[in-house]
């Protein structure tokens, strides 16, 4: 039994209000303050994102055009290179531009040759393979070509799995 007269009911039921819309109102400020603090957060790690995401495309656009460059200058220096041998004066021009083309043709493009030189019945090849298993096939074709007499790879040339700088021997 509530002994109280009706005006202090009514009184207290509004103070009971009047708190619980004050606790009510606290908690919808606080919630909300932290709703907006991650959202910020969360935008601005975006925008880092995409900064990120942004630089590392243009990073990847120029190796590629840097690649387009590397192949284009392989290709002068090939061409430099035949022209060195035609300027030569060498009975045997056409000789070397034969095997460096059957070379060649045998070639793939995972292999990139750098350099040829012509030393007493040998050709001596540099270059480039993207794998151990490209530089096998590669050598295992040039030795099934009955223009070359021996095809040397020194054991040197296995040691790496992946980017592997070669060397062979070729007699002629």
Same mark, same amino acid.
């Given at each position: 039994?509530?002994? =109280?007269?009706?005006?202090?009911?009514?009184?207290? !039921? @509004?103070?009971?209000?009047?708190? =619980?819309?004050?606790?009510?109102?606290?908690?919808?400020?606080?919630v909300? %303050?932290?709703?907006?603090?991650?959202?910020l %957060?969360?935008?601005?790690?975006?925008?880092d994102?995409k900064?990120?995401?942004?630089?590392?495309? #243009?990073?990847?656009?120029?190796?590629?055009?840097?690649?387009k460059?590397? *192949?284009?200058?392989?290709? #002068?220096?090939?061409? *430099?290179? +035949?022209?060195?041998?035609?300027? %030569?004066?060498? +009975?045997?021009?056409?000789? $070397?531009?034969?095997?460096? !083309?059957?070379?060649?043709?045998? $070639?793939?493009? @995972?292999? !990139?040759?750098?350099d040829?030189?012509?030393?007493?019945?040998?050709?001596?090849?540099?270059?480039?393979?993207?794998?151990?298993q *490209?530089?096998?096939?590669?050598?295992?074709?040039?030795?099934? @070509? !009955?223009?070359? @007499? $021996?095809?040397?790879?020194?054991v040197? *040339?296995l040691?790496?799995?992946?980017?592997?700088?070669?060397?062979?021997?070729?007699?002629?």
């Open positions: 039994m509530n002994f =109280l007269p009706e005006e202090d009911k009514i009184k207290i !039921k @509004k103070e009971y209000l009047r708190r =619980l819309f004050v606790v009510l109102g606290t908690f919808s400020f606080f909300i %303050s932290i709703g907006i603090i991650l959202l %957060s969360y935008a601005i790690f975006l925008r994102q900064y990120n995401l942004e630089r590392q495309l #243009a990073i990847s656009e120029e190796r590629l055009s840097r690649g460059i590397e *192949n284009t200058i392989f290709l #002068a220096e090939e061409f *430099n290179t +035949k022209i060195s041998l035609l300027d %030569s004066g060498q +009975k045997s021009i056409g000789e $070397k531009s034969a095997f460096i !083309k059957i070379i060649l043709e045998e $070639k793939t493009d @995972k292999i !990139k040759i750098n040829f030189f012509f030393d007493k019945g040998k050709v001596l090849i540099q270059g480039l393979s993207e794998n151990r *490209n530089l096998l096939s590669f050598i295992d074709s040039l030795r099934k @070509k !009955k223009d070359f @007499k $021996k095809v040397e790879s020194p040197s *040339n040691i790496k799995e992946r980017d592997i700088e070669f060397n062979l021997t070729i007699e002629l």
